[in-house]
Each structure stands twice: as C-alpha cells, then as structure tokens.
C-alpha cells in the first residue's frame, strides 16, 4: 500500500473480526516501530504481546468496564452528537472489548526518566513523545497490511499496575495498549471533523 494510502486509511478501530494475525505480520508491524526517530538514539522501547485469553485478562484487569452502551445519554450522543461526542459515546462502552476482542494486544513499553513525569519544558517528555512516533509507525504498518487498531491511554495508577503484574522493569513506563486485528465489516466508522492544511498553515507569522 502506498504510504499516503496508509495515512488517509488508517483509523482506530474498537471493533474486530475473530481472526488471528500471522507471527510474520505481527513482526513487520513491530519491526515498521522500530525504525521511527529516537531521542537518546538508543531506541529503548520493549513491547509485551499478548494473544492468548488469559494473559489478555491479566493485562486488562485494572480497565473499568463500567460503561453501560444502553446508557439513554450516550445512545443520544451517538445520534445527534457532534463528531467529538460520537467518537466518546462509541469508545467508552468498548475500552475492554476492543483489547480483548484484538488478535493480539501490543503494549509498547519505553524507557523513563525523572523527567518524564514531572517534566518542566517540552524536552522533558522526549522519551514519551520518542515511543508515540515508533506508535503511529506501527498503526500505519498495520494499515498497510489491512489490519487495524484499537488504543487507550492507561488511566491514573493503571499504566504501573500493568507494567508490575507483567514484570516490567521499574524504569520503563507503559505508553498506551494497542489491540490489532482484522477489523469487522460493521464497524463504527465515526465522521471526522475534516481540515485542510490550508486552514491550519500560517506563513511568515502565526
Ligand atoms: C493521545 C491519544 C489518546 C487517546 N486515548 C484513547 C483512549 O484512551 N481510548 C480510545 O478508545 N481511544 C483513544 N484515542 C483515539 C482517538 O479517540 C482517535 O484517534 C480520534 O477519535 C480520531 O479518530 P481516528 O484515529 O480514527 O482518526 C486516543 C488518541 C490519542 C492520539
């Protein structure tokens, strides 16, 4: 697939054929991470896969599964939300389903200073924003390949309650989860708020 083709297809995706994703593809898509820019050079990045039931649980344990999809104010936002409520209505319902239901979850680790969670200037963050490049690599990998993804952003403690139960080391934090698979015919394919670079480019000044 062309890369602007991958750019332009890829959406996150919270709902899942039941179809496993070849060893050799899982690997392409994880290699296409590791290729992306890295802050310190040293590419200190580990990722923890996760494909059979139980490991999944284990890792997915500490996601509230508490919001009800039959709930009167989402099934309203869905309808006549804006782009932004459909997109909340749709996910919050599916935070567990759309890791477990994946093929596989990906959880890609990075390496963490001091700085990263009490950071004082934007380089602080530079391990986080290292591991969101190697990220958006592996989303587009799997586009190209006709897989999709799901993602969530671990919550407060959740993020360390993982990285303990699956014996990371104390110095590496847990990015997001990314569930991949194959995504299901009737998908949720929510509108997008849509821009051009004409509107979003200043020249000269802002
Ligand atoms: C930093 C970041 C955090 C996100 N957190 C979540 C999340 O916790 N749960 C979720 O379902 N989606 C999450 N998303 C996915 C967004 O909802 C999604 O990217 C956005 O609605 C745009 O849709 P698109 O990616 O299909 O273009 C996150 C995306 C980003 C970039």
Redesign the pocket.
């Known amino acids: 697939m062309d890369l602007y083709d991958a750019i332009y297809n890829?959406?996150?995706?919270?709902d899942f054929k039941a179809q496993s994703v070849p060893d050799d593809v899982l690997q392409k898509i994880i290699n296409a991470g590791l290729q992306a820019p890295t802050h310190d050079h040293l590419r200190n990045w580990e990722f923890v896969i996760l494909q059979d039931s139980k490991d999944k649980k284990n890792a997915l344990q500490f996601i509230k599964n508490g919001v009800n999809p039959q709930l009167e104010i989402l099934k309203q936002m869905l309808t006549d939300g804006t782009p932004?409520q459909k997109?909340y209505a749709d996910?919050?319902p599916?935070?567990y389903t759309?890791l477990f239901n994946a093929s596989h979850i990906i959880l890609p680790f990075f390496k963490s200073n001091s700085g990263v969670l009490k950071p004082t200037s934007v380089s602080s963050l530079n391990p986080l924003s290292s591991i969101?490049c190697v990220i958006e690599n592996i989303f587009l990998a799997a586009t190209a390949e006709g897989l999709a993804c799901?993602?969530?952003?671990p919550?407060g403690e959740e993020g360390l309650n993982v990285a303990k139960v699956l014996g990371a080391p104390d110095d590496y934090l847990l990015a997001?989860y990314i569930g991949v698979g194959y995504p299901a015919e009737d998908r949720a394919v929510?509108a997008?708020v849509g821009y051009t670079a004409k509107q979003k480019m200043h020249f000269g000044k802002w």
Not at 10 to 14: A, K, Q, Y
Not at 150 to 153: A, D, K, N, T, V
Request: charged letters at 25%; aromatic letters at 10%; proline letters at 0%.
């Open positions: 890829r959406r996150i995706t919270r932004q997109m996910a919050m599916k935070q759309m969101w799901s993602m969530r952003i919550f997001c929510i997008q």
